[in-house]
């Protein structure tokens, strides 16, 4: 199943996606409560949004074995985690917008884990019981500053750094589905969950014996080979298998 959040008349409204129609719920498909309404619209007359707003985005780095490779790095032995603020947060058909354009500014297409009920300490074998399901990200880095800071907060928490969407889907392998990224219609990134370092279920297990996780949190799960930079004018289009595509466009802040 489909969910999304969604602007309709000037509301921010939640719903569940049947074909080419939005069935409204009555509040946050997160909570438990959330029961369908009998209001439907046409998925051309709303705005799609970011699915979520996280309270606390995670992410996760060099997690794919082509993307180690061709950095010449050696596999991490455990998930390398880091946080970035939830302010980075945009949706689809939004755009990125570059606060230092005379950076390298880099692209990381990504499979996102959404948070269904509060996580502490979950083990590997019960972790996707804690998972709602999975959206489309694109992780955009400022490579200035995360080499020069040599860590990845301000680097990656931007606004608008963090495209989410446009859909959350609960019906997906989250380890084997392909992945792939175009800008301006060339194919730039073409992998797939098969090849992650540490599954799914490994990265909820590590994440949650450091930190509670709760409904709506996020986890950015890597990125495979093929990243690369942007620049003012690029159109950039995230796709994976099951979930959808997420468009986003490249503009430059405004000084």
Not at 107 to 130: C, M, P, Q, T, W
Not at 190 to 216: C, S
Request: aromatic fraction near 6%.
């Amino acid at each position: 199943m489909k969910y999304c959040r969604f602007l309709h008349d000037g509301q921010i409204k939640y719903g569940m996606i049947d074909v080419d129609h939005v069935v409204e719920l009555t509040e946050s498909y997160i909570k438990k409560t959330a029961a369908p309404t009998h209001r439907m619209h046409l998925l051309e007359e709303v705005t799609l949004l970011a699915p979520v707003e996280p309270l606390q985005i995670v992410e996760i780095g060099l997690n794919y074995v082509d993307h180690a490779k061709e950095l010449d790095l050696p596999l991490p032995k455990e998930p390398m985690m880091f946080m970035v603020s939830p302010s980075a947060v945009t949706g689809p058909h939004e755009a990125i917008v570059l606060a230092h354009p005379e950076h390298r500014i880099d692209f990381e297409a990504e499979l996102v884990i959404v948070i269904g009920k509060k996580a502490h300490r979950v083990s590997k074998a019960n972790a996707l019981d804690y998972v709602f399901g999975y959206t489309v990200g694109l992780d955009i880095s400022d490579r200035v500053l995360q080499n020069g800071d040599r860590q990845y907060t301000r680097a990656k928490s931007y606004s608008t750094y963090k495209p989410l969407g446009p859909v959350v889907e609960t019906n997906i392998n989250p380890n084997k589905v392909s992945i792939q990224l175009r800008v301006n219609g060339e194919l730039k990134q073409d992998g797939t969950t098969r090849n992650l370092v540490h599954p799914i279920e490994k990265i909820i297990e590590t994440v949650t014996e450091v930190m509670t996780l709760y409904p709506g949190d996020i986890i950015f799960t890597g990125s495979p080979a093929g990243v690369g930079p942007i620049q003012k004018g690029d159109k950039l289009e995230t796709t994976i298998e099951g979930i959808g595509t997420l468009h986003n466009f490249v503009v430059e802040r405004e000084h």
